[in-house]
């Protein structure tokens, strides 16, 4: 009886929504299909590789960019060094211990211009 009663609550169930063709969702391809879009399939194939091949360029450009920007710093950091030790080594005092041990020593008095002689050869 329960079995009865299950199949009549279907039946009404059933009467009341109209049922629509089972599909199959089934990828159907066949050769027409794929002759068809051939080119189309090749397009999408050759802008995927552009596409692949750009990012990797452009990856490779951003290291290279990170690169010279830490090589510049570093190349200011020596010129800063080198620049304030020559700044210390040029100055008068530094300048002045440096050339002691060859004898040479500081001008007490102004340096004199010596100015030749010119000679009256006219003929």
Not at 22 to 31: A, F, S
Request: no cysteine; net charge positive; glycine share 2%.
């Amino acid at each position: 009886m329960q079995e009865e009663e299950k199949h009549m609550n279907e039946e009404a169930v059933e009467g009341s929504l109209p049922q629509e063709p089972k599909r199959e969702w089934r990828l159907r391809i066949n050769y027409q299909l794929i002759t068809r879009n051939l080119p189309f399939l090749l397009f999408l194939a050759v802008i995927a590789l552009v596409y692949i091949a750009n990012s990797h360029l452009a990856e490779k450009k951003v290291r290279r960019i990170n690169k010279l920007g830490k090589e510049i710093r570093e190349l200011k950091w020596e010129y800063l060094s080198v620049k304030s030790e020559l700044m210390f080594r040029s100055k008068l005092s530094e300048v002045s211990k440096a050339v002691e041990p060859l004898g040479l020593k500081e001008l007490n008095t102004p340096p004199q211009r010596i100015e030749p002689k010119q000679a009256d050869n006219k003929q």
